[in-house]
């Protein structure tokens, strides 16, 4: 049973466990072949970035162009880095994200008040987040997520194509409530089944592993990163 979901919904999963199915979020996306292609290799979830200072920064307007390329039961993730309510609106009303993704310092209060499901990613490996103790008691603080992203720690807050320390995560699922564990951080076709086998995540999250340039994704490399998950699934069945 995996144990990186929460309690009350374990015994409801439980019964898919043995045909368990990674989900997969692709960020960073930017251009329409690139949506095309990550639909048809079967993404659960497609991030837009609005942090100006990341290169794969996608205006609300540009966003909301690229969300019809989007069908139906793929969400749209909307990350934020520190962004101000009037943003986190705007992308709100334009593109209709599914979730909210809050990759900066944002506190647990400031997240729940836009009243939409999101995910709280936590830049672990660094000064701030060290060892999987420190990990663990971050998390407690964090039951209102729907997700716990766990990214490794980057002076540009995230999307930098470097991995962390697996075994920082040892503690998280010993916490007495849990949420859904998305694996995010330096993630590649050739690395991320060793990746699943390791940490048995709900989801697995990736963009400079499927890039041929910072926001130009790979298609050869998106079908590798899908089939490489499913091929991982399918060892752990
Ligand atoms: O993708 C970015 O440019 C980015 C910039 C600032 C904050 C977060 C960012 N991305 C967040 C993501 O969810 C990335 O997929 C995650 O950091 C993993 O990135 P990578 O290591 O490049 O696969």
């Known amino acids: 049973m995996p144990s990186s979901l929460p309690s009350a919904a374990q015994p409801a999963l439980s019964a898919i466990a043995a045909g368990r199915r990674t989900r997969i979020k692709i960020c960073g996306m930017t251009r329409e072949a690139d949506i095309d292609t990550a639909v048809q290799e079967g993404a659960d979830a497609l991030g837009f970035v609005f942090f100006e200072a990341s290169r794969r920064y996608v205006s609300p307007d540009r966003a909301a162009q690229l969300r019809h390329r989007i069908p139906a ?9 520190n962004a101000d309510t009037a943003l986190i ?4 009303d334009k593109v209709a994200p599914e979730l909210l993704q809050f990759h900066g310092d944002e506190t647990p209060e400031a997240c729940q008040r836009h009243g939409q499901r999101f995910l709280r990613a936590f830049r672990i490996g660094g000064p701030a987040l060290p060892d999987a103790a ?5 998390c407690q603080h964090w039951e209102a997520a729907s997700a716990w992203l766990f990214d490794s720690d980057s002076t540009g807050y995230g999307g930098s194509g470097h991995g962390f320390d697996h075994d920082l995560l040892d503690a998280v699922s010993t916490l007495p409530t849990t949420r859904p564990i998305i694996l995010a951080g330096g993630l590649k076709p050739d690395n991320v089944s060793q990746a699943i086998a390791r940490t048995r995540p709900w989801a697995v999250d990736v963009s ?7 926001g ?6 998106i079908q590798a990163f899908c089939q490489a998950v499913r091929a991982a699934d ?4």
Do not use: M, N
């Open 73 to 81: 039961f793929v969400d749209v993730v909307a990350l934020f880095v």
């Open 89 to 92: 609106r705007e992308v709100q």
């Open 134 to 138: 420190a990990v663990a008691a971050t």
């Open 208 to 214: 400079s592993g499927v890039e041929s340039a910072p």
């Open 216 to 221: 130009e994704k790979s298609a050869a490399s």
């Open 234 to 237: 399918s060892l752990a069945d």
